[in-house]
């Protein structure tokens, strides 16, 4: 057989190695480690970029541009350049025939002269008052006509892009095709409201106007949308100029629209478009601070790029809920920015779909959750970040040289008993059946007994059942003590569940109530906005876990900055109270005494010394024996993970 081999053509590769989403978790798990929500961490990691990719940009770097672009764009030019040209053509125009009038001395030429005296300063008035006047000067007239095909043009310009070049010279017919051009617009957006239009109907239409929408919308909604873009850019110019300059370039629209035989059909397209797109923003004014004056054409481009700049750094900006890559259109990045900023914009939907895809992220409700592959490759990190601190003298291990289960292979066997369970050595129990003469020739075989057996010697590792409560009122975070609290508990979680997997470790929370923190909402923990450390209810909870494995060495570690200020009722609601109530006290130490009676040491770790903390510790220290921890500052985790190891290796003597 013959093989021919070349590049792979049916899709993606499918020998290409997975997508290494590994060090955007880990850059994710920074964040989360210091406190923050997976939520808040994914948005972070998208905003600064892929680390170690400089040449992919993240939204904080595309979100600069847009801003940078909209500033560029204020600074093109003003938005009164139509009315500037128009005064301009006007006192022209009046100036020319004022020179043809002066040497003539007839009354006619005086009377003349009084009916351009008396003209009004409105612009938009003067030209409907002039619209009419027999022009005695030639030059005058043709300046008038000039004056009046530039507001045709740039009228028709503001709506339709192009248009302003295309009826560049008056051409007669070219105008006749732009009156056609609107009304079978018209009727096309009324049939469609109708339920009649169909694709054909679009198609033949852009086969007979097409050239007039540089566009080159390929659906009616697309046009519609670049037509509404537009009408509402036009808008936004008219609220940006003053009362008086408003009205006057109203007028100069209304008299050129009039003028062109086009009010009518212009009037039914801008009633089509905002019924169709009232989401726009029809009426807001923008501020334009550069000198030149821009034509009305120019001027509602400015303002509808200024518009999509304003949609894009809102959806940039993912600061909404539920905000998702998804909402970002591309094809407003691609006119923003180019080509580049599209390609980075997919580099950063590939980051959030893979973390998804490979099982690191999950979306529950709109809220984004950390998976337990996730959350065990954090626990990792954060217990590195512990014995990286950590002396080398107070590492240490729990192991014993005993023999028992489920430890490592020490290299020694011994003689297997009933009831082990170690792994058979096949070596020294086959040599001993050999050596105990129990070799047979015919055929080759060896015959087993119950004196042949060896089993593998392992360390033994006694079994502790483990509870850590985590404080999680809201002080935790104004004495920024959460961060470091959450790191601690994922990294005790990560050691107790790889290095001492028989024992039974259970992490609670308490705030007014007190509840069991499971596996993946460790990572996304947050602080409780609410009043009370109700430390009664995580001992309750303790307790229970504790009974749950009798035979197991208790280990009980609390972390809190503050007193008890909130116990469990009989009716099983919070009751909170500050300062402490009696029956807080009373209740709180009761449930201490029950862990003295259970064997179990209570470790208190402060992470405040207020005096009524101080006071509250030291009476369970009396009361238990246990150790208290204070002035750790950003060292709870290697002191939590100090003192479970120092508990487990005394367990195992």
Avoid at 145 to 172: H, I, N, S
Avoid at 525 to 534: A, H, K, R
Wanted: aromatic share 6%; net charge negative; with cysteine.
């Amino acid at each position: 057989m013959r093989y021919r081999y070349g590049p792979y053509h049916e899709g993606p590769d499918p020998l290409a190695a997975p997508y290494d989403v590994r060090s955007a978790l880990d850059a994710m798990g920074d964040a989360v480690l210091e406190g923050g929500s997976p939520a808040d961490a994914l948005r972070d990691l998208l905003r600064r970029g892929m680390p170690g990719a400089p040449d992919r940009r993240g939204l904080d770097d595309l979100l600069r541009q847009v801003r940078d672009r909209r500033r560029d764009l204020r600074g093109q030019g003003r938005l009164d350049g139509t009315l500037e040209q128009a005064r301009a053509l006007l006192d022209k125009a009046i100036g020319q025939e004022r020179a043809a009038l002066f040497p003539d001395p007839s009354d006619d030429a005086r009377m003349r002269e009084g009916e351009l005296d008396m003209l009004p300063s409105d612009t938009a008035q003067a030209v409907r008052r002039l619209a009419d006047y027999e022009w005695r000067s030639p030059q005058a007239r043709a300046t008038f006509e000039e004056l009046r095909d530039l507001l045709r043009r740039d009228v028709l310009d503001a709506q339709f892009r192009g248009m302003k070049q295309a009826l560049q010279g008056g051409d007669p017919e070219q105008m006749q095709r732009v009156k056609d051009m609107m009304a079978a617009l018209n009727e096309m957006l009324e049939r469609d409201a109708r339920g009649e239009h169909t694709p054909a109907d679009f198609d033949a239409f852009m086969q007979e106007y097409g050239d007039m929408f540089p566009e080159s919308p390929q659906n009616l909604e697309q046009l519609v949308d670049s037509l509404a873009r537009r009408a509402a850019a036009m808008e936004r110019l008219l609220a940006s100029l003053s009362a008086e300059q408003r009205a006057e370039l109203a007028g100069l629209m209304a008299q050129a629209l009039e003028d062109a035989g086009l009010a009518m059909e212009m009037s039914r397209l801008s009633d089509s478009l905002r019924a169709r797109r009232p989401d726009l923003d029809w009426g807001s004014p923008e501020r334009m601070t550069g000198e030149d004056p821009l034509g009305m054409g120019d001027a509602t481009t400015a303002l509808a790029e200024l518009a999509d700049l304003a949609d894009l750094e809102a959806a940039l900006r993912q600061d909404y809920p539920g905000a998702r890559l998804d909402d970002i259109d591309e094809e407003a990045i691609r006119r923003a920015l180019g080509r580049q900023a599209v390609d980075d914009l997919a580099g950063l939907r590939r980051i959030e779909q893979e973390l998804e895809r490979q099982g690191y992220l999950n979306r529950r409700a709109g809220n984004l959750e950390l998976t337990p592959k996730a959350v065990r490759r954090l626990g990792e990190t954060a217990l590195r970040r512990v014995f990286s601190k950590l002396e080398a003298g107070q590492r240490g291990d729990h192991d014993q040289r005993d023999a028992g289960q489920a430890g490592e292979l020490t290299g020694s066997s011994r003689e297997w008993r009933f009831g082990d369970e170690q792994p058979i050595d096949v070596v020294r129990t086959l040599s001993n059946a050999v050596r105990h003469g129990k070799l047979e020739r015919d055929p080759v075989s060896i015959k087993l007994g119950v004196d042949d057996f060896e089993v593998l010697e392992t360390e033994k590792r006694t079994a502790a059942a483990v509870c850590l409560l985590v404080d999680l009122s809201y002080s935790m975070v104004l004495r920024g003590s959460w961060g470091m609290a959450k790191q601690t508990a994922l990294a005790l979680h990560a050691l107790v569940t790889s290095k001492y997997p028989q024992d039974a470790i259970q992490i609670i929370g308490f705030s007014n109530y007190a509840r069991v923190l499971h596996t993946t909402e460790m990572a996304g923990l947050d602080w409780d906005m609410v009043q009370g450390t109700n430390l009664h209810h995580a001992l309750l909870i303790a307790g229970r876990h504790l009974d749950r494995h009798p035979d197991f060495e208790p280990i009980v570690l609390v972390v809190t900055d503050g007193e008890p200020t909130a116990h469990l009722r009989h009716d099983g609601r919070s009751l909170f109270d500050y300062p402490p109530s009696p029956e807080t006290l009373t209740l709180t130490l009761a449930e201490v005494d029950k862990m003295t009676r259970r064997g179990a040491t209570l470790n208190i770790f402060m992470l405040a010394e207020d005096r009524r903390l101080v006071t509250f510790v030291e009476e369970v220290a009396r009361r238990n024996g246990g150790r208290v921890f204070a002035g750790i500052g950003d060292r709870l985790g290697e002191y939590v993970v100090s003192d479970y190891l120092r508990v487990r290796r005394r367990a195992s003597r």
